[in-house]
Structures are given as structure tokens and as C-alpha cells.
């Protein structure tokens, strides 16, 4: 029932154990009672058992069991108080953080995991997509964005784009280190979410030299410039390419001829209606420099409760993948796989247990980013579990909801002191044979 050694909770928290260990200390050595390691760890742990707020987490923390779980789980030998975890996490560079999505990833790749979520073979779509993860009209820091309203109000937040690989049959989505979208460092402008794109993308590659990336997006990235930075580091794409923002090429495209557009039309066993058209070779502007792409629309046509047809879904796309008709099935899927970044992971994080847009501090420099990363992280251990432990899923489908499974696990972890995560969930799957095991203080 348990997963292999090497993505199994204790491995995994090894390693970030081993991470935090690394951080740098800032602080006199003498005057600290808390480590670096186990602040940043009962962060992530709160984050991991998708407690609502810090203060709840402290509070829950003052009770025996759960204070003695966190050694024996989380490696935690001394627990801050909340307003020492912050003081600490808002000091640490976030860029630490990144070897611990790479290690992650490779040990997917290394259990062959990963295998199932190539789009074509050896190619990976990464989709990318910014989100809101902290907002407030009176609590600013140096880095935050701010968005002036009409009637002079500001609102103050902090954004960030994040990368995953993610497929259109899989469920699960896999996080890459994320690039802030922040001010700072004197700028007068403001940071953008095409900005941070650009940063992001060398990064990725940097991160994963070998890797077959496709990028995907939605239209903001469908330009020259953000294409270009693509292929700069061997990249390929998949881009929404709206109409209005691509008149030359749409114009380009009106005026082709019949036998140049490629046609596709299938009508599934619901009766639903698929039309795949496509054109490759195409000049995206009408600059002499324009880049050539291969243009793809489609549109679902379903019929309503009078048995009329109405088109319900319809969008353009560009790639630099030759389209045919053995490939046009699977570029229409993947380009609409974007809204999974919206859904599995965004969705998830925000409303189904994670708190995302919980104000766990503000802080000064870096506290907001590290607990996204934080939140990350615990959603990423989570990912893992759902692609590999047996145990798990056998959990979550007593419980019925993600939501269900972690209360229970809460609860047990108040109530009784358990050797590791595997044998809390035993516990939470068939408590009455494993309670001698579990000890009580």
C-alpha cells in the first residue's frame, strides 16, 4: 500500500528538511530560539494540513498531540510563535526554494510518472498563467502592485505566474517554480504579467536543459516578442490567438484559398458537433519580420432544448507544430487544457482547502511569496500522493472529498502522537486495528 521510497512522504520531506537546513542564517546565533529549519517547516506544515489561518495552527498547537506530531512528522524540534514565524519567512531569499520543485520533478521523471503526460512523445505542454494571491486597500510593502480606482482609492497585492505541466486526460497538475510578478528595486513601472513571462521562461529551461517544453497560454502571450523568447531556449508553443489582437493575420487567413485550409468535422455519440480548421505557414504581423505560425480554430456545436444548434465553445490558437489531420485532435485538446492551471490548480488552492488568498502576512520583503511557495509545496506533496500512493487514494475515497480527509486528519493528529504520515493514514482508514500501534501521551 505505500508508495515507492523515493516519492514517499519521508523522502520528500528529507528534502525539504535538508533545504531549509541550507538556508542562511541573518540572525546572532546567540539571541535565536527558534532555527531557520523548523520555522520554515511549521509554515509548511500548517500549509500541508490546510489549516485556515496561523492563528488556528498556533492554537491547535498548543495542545499536546498535535505539538508532539509535528517532531515526528515535520522534524520540527522547537515551534515559533506565529509572529516569530513571520518575522523569520519574510527574511529568507524565495529563490532557495527552487531546487526543491526541480528535485520533485525528477523524481517523477525517475518513477516514470511522468511518462503519461507527454502530449506528443518527449514533449511536455508547461501552461502558463498568472493569479492574485493577496489584496488589501490599506497594508502596502515595497513590492506590491497597486491599481489605482477612478474614485483615487488604491488597492494593494502581490501576483504571481505559475508554470505547470499538466495534459488533458490527467487530473492531476504538476507545479514548476513560480516567477513573482513584484516591484522593486527602484522601478518606476509597474511589473506585468508578460514581464515575469519572459524572466520565467529561461528559468524553466535552465531548470529542465533536456526537456521537451511546449508553452501555453492565453492571448496575451500570442506576440512576436514572447514567441521569440520561446525559441530562443528551444522551446515550442501552443498560444490562444484572439481575432482583434491578430487582424493582419486573421484578414491573411480569410484569404486563402479552399484546398490550403485543412478541415476536420466529427460528431461524437452525444451527438455534439467538432470543427477543426487549420492553416500552416502563416505571418503573424505584417511586419517584415514577422514570424511564420501555424493557425488552428475550433468549435463545439451542441444542440439546445428545441433541438436547435448553437455553437457553445470556439477559439484560435498558435503553434510552431506542423498541423495535420492526425495531430489536430490533440492540439485543440491541449490548447483548451489551459483552463487546468484555472481549475485544478488555482480553483483548487483558493477554495478547496488551501486558503490561497488567507492573509497569513504581509511582512516587508519576502513573507508573502514564501508562504505561496509554502502553500505550494503542501499542494505539490499532495499531487505526488494522488499519482503514487495507493494509501492515499484508498483515504480519499472513503472520505469522498479532499475536504473530509483532511478534517479527519486533523483531528486524529489533536487526539494521537503517530510515528509517520503512512501510519496516520492507516489510522484514518481503519482506526480500529491501528490503535495500539499509535501512541498517546
Known amino acids: 500500500m505505500k508508495s ?39 509554515g509548511f506544515a500548517c500549509m500541508f494540513f490546510q489549516d485556515p489561518s496561523l492563528l488556528q495552527f498556533q492554537e491547535r498547537l498548543k495542545e ?18 506565529s509572529s516569530q514565524m513571520r518575522e523569520v519567512i519574510d527574511e529568507v531569499d524565495s529563490t532557495q526554494l527552487r531546487p526543491v520543485f526541480e528535485d520533485y520533478f525528477s523524481r517523477l521523471q525517475r518513477g516514470k510518472h511522468l511518462e503519461q503526460y507527454q502530449l506528443f512523445p518527449g514533449f511536455y505542454l508547461c501552461v ?11 497594508v502596502p510593502c515595497s513590492n506590491c502592485l497597486t491599481a489605482e480606482h477612478k474614485n483615487g482609492d488604491i488597492t494593494y497585492s502581490h501576483k504571481v505566474l505559475q508554470a505547470a505541466i499538466m495534459h488533458p486526460d490527467m487530473r492531476q497538475v504538476i507545479p514548476l517554480m513560480p516567477e513573482e510578478i513584484r516591484n522593486g528595486d527602484g522601478n518606476i513601472k509597474q511589473d ?43 522551446g515550442h508553443y501552443i498560444l490562444v490567438a484572439k481575432p482583434d489582437d491578430h487582424t493582419f493575420m486573421m484578414e491573411w487567413i480569410e484569404a486563402c484559398e479552399p484546398e490550403d485550409m485543412g478541415r476536420l468535422r466529427i460528431t461524437d455519440v452525444k451527438g455534439r458537433i467538432h470543427i477543426y480548421e487549420w492553416v500552416n505557414d502563416v505571418p503573424l504581423t505584417g511586419a517584415g519580420n514577422s514570424i511564420r ?9 451542441c444542440k439546445d432544448k ?73 499542494f505539490y506533496f499532495h499531487q505526488i500522493f494522488e499519482l503514487t500512493c495507493r494509501l492515499y487514494h484508498a483515504c480519499r475515497k472513503k472520505f469522498g ?5 483532511w478534517e479527519n486528519l486533523r483531528v486524529s493528529i489533536r487526539l494521537i502522537v503517530f510515528a509517520d504520515w503512512e501510519q496516520l ?3 484514518a482508514l481503519v482506526p480500529g486495528e491501528h490503535r495500539i500501534a499509535c501512541q498517546t501521551p
Open 4 to 42: 515507492k521510497k523515493h516519492l514517499n512522504f519521508s523522502s520528500l520531506r528529507e528534502v525539504l528538511s535538508e533545504t531549509f537546513c541550507g538556508l542562511p542564517e541573518y540572525r546572532q546565533t546567540a539571541k535565536t530560539d527558534y532555527s531557520i529549519h523548523d520555522t520554515m517547516m511549521s
Open 64 to 81: 499536546q498531540q498535535h505539538q508532539d506530531n509535528l517532531p515526528t512528522l515535520f522534524g520540527v524540534k522547537n515551534i515559533p510563535k
Open 128 to 138: 502558463l498563467d498568472a493569479t492574485q494571491y493577496f489584496s488589501s486597500p490599506t
Open 192 to 234: 506585468c504579467e508578460i514581464n515575469a513571462a519572459k524572466r520565467l521562461v529561461p528559468k524553466v529551461r535552465k531548470d529542465h536543459p533536456r526537456l521537451g517544453i511546449i508553452f501555453g497560454g492565453d492571448g496575451l502571450f500570442s506576440h512576436q516578442p514572447f514567441i521569440s523568447e520561446v525559441l530562443a531556449v528551444d
Open 293 to 301: 505560425v501555424n493557425f488552428f480554430r475550433y468549435q463545439l456545436i
Open 306 to 378: 428545441n433541438s436547435q444548434e448553437k455553437v457553445t465553445y470556439k477559439n484560435n490558437w498558435v503553434t510552431d507544430f506542423v498541423i495535420t489531420e492526425s495531430t489536430i485532435i490533440t492540439l485543440v485538446k491541449a490548447g483548451r487544457c489551459r483552463w487546468k492551471i484555472e481549475n485544478e490548480c488555482f480553483n483548487t488552492l483558493k477554495n478547496q482547502g488551501y486558503y490561497l488568498e488567507h492573509n497569513y502576512g504581509h511582512g516587508l520583503k519576502n513573507l508573502c511569496f514564501n508562504f505561496y511557495l509554502l502553500t505550494l509545496l503542501a
Open 401 to 405: 472529498s479532499k475536504r473530509n480527509l
Open 425 to 427: 493514514l492507516t489510522f
